[in-house]
């Protein structure tokens, strides 16, 4: 298992039951390097939506954890904040959640000739996606060949 993948596991186990009692949803845990920096992230919802409160509450219970447990050699910056309008769909309680809503979608190489897709999330299984293109048109998108899927942001 990659130092990135045992981290981002092992800190999501310590959110899990912040996640219960606060009756938040954990969305995602991620561990990465910007620049010279190392970034811990973890996105959080609610109904509703998340507040700055609710990050700030988080935040400080999950600092404390990761400071007992201190199971990250590097110097990192912890952030905790909500997914976004824009969230991307990463796992299948995400797709299903997002069934009928509009989606963007990148590939890693051209799809009948298109790297770049929006449509419906009409329906997904493991190995793919299916999106309502227009009212007569429907493409179904193996999943291995997302580079990244995300709700679409309308202003």
Do not use: W
């Amino acid at each position: 298992m990659a130092k990135r993948d045992e981290y981002e596991q092992k800190t999501e186990s310590l959110l899990l039951p912040i996640m219960e009692r606060t009756g938040f949803e954990l969305v995602d845990v991620e561990y990465v390097k910007e620049g010279s920096n190392y970034y811990l992230r973890a996105y959080i919802d609610k109904e509703g939506g998340i507040t700055i409160d609710d990050c700030e509450l988080v935040s400080r219970e999950l600092s404390d954890l990761l400071d007992v447990e201190d199971f990250i050699p590097e110097a990192y910056f912890l952030e905790v904040s909500s997914p976004g309008l824009g969230r991307q769909l990463k796992k299948d309680k995400d797709f299903a959640r997002s069934i009928g809503e509009e989606v963007e979608v990148k590939l890693y190489k051209p799809l009948n000739k298109k790297k770049e897709l929006s449509g419906d999330l009409e329906s997904f299984d493991d190995a793919n996606i299916v999106l309502r293109i227009s009212e007569t048109e429907t493409i179904t998108i193996p999943r291995e060949s997302i580079a990244m899927i995300k709700l679409a942001i309308h202003f």
